[in-house]
């Protein structure tokens, strides 16, 4: 699952590269998503590598629970949502 995979790369005009703004789709929430109250000091790149193996994939966490940040706020529902290995 790449993060940048539909993102067009620009060139500056010192032949400096720079990603485009991505839009991504809203997650369907199925059946097979987990879901559980945060607590105090959770992160999404913790919560990635503990349910995906992979904390690199931190911002589907945060895209999915319309998070801006990777430190997530105690109390809040988190739906973690089962990926196959597939191409977002």
């Not at 500056?12 to 991504?24: A, L, Q, R, V």
Request: with cysteine.
């Amino acid at each position: 699952m790449s993060r940048h995979k539909n993102t067009k790369i620009h060139l500056s005009k010192d032949n400096g590269k720079y990603y485009g703004t991505t839009i991504y789709k809203k997650v369907p929430e199925k059946n097979t998503d987990m879901h559980f109250i945060s607590q105090e000091g959770d992160r999404c790149d913790n919560l990635a590598h503990r349910f995906y193996g992979d904390s690199l994939l931190w911002w589907f966490i945060a895209r999915t629970n319309n998070l801006t940040t990777n430190n997530i706020p105690a109390g809040i529902n988190i739906r973690i949502p089962k990926i196959n290995n597939q191409r977002l």
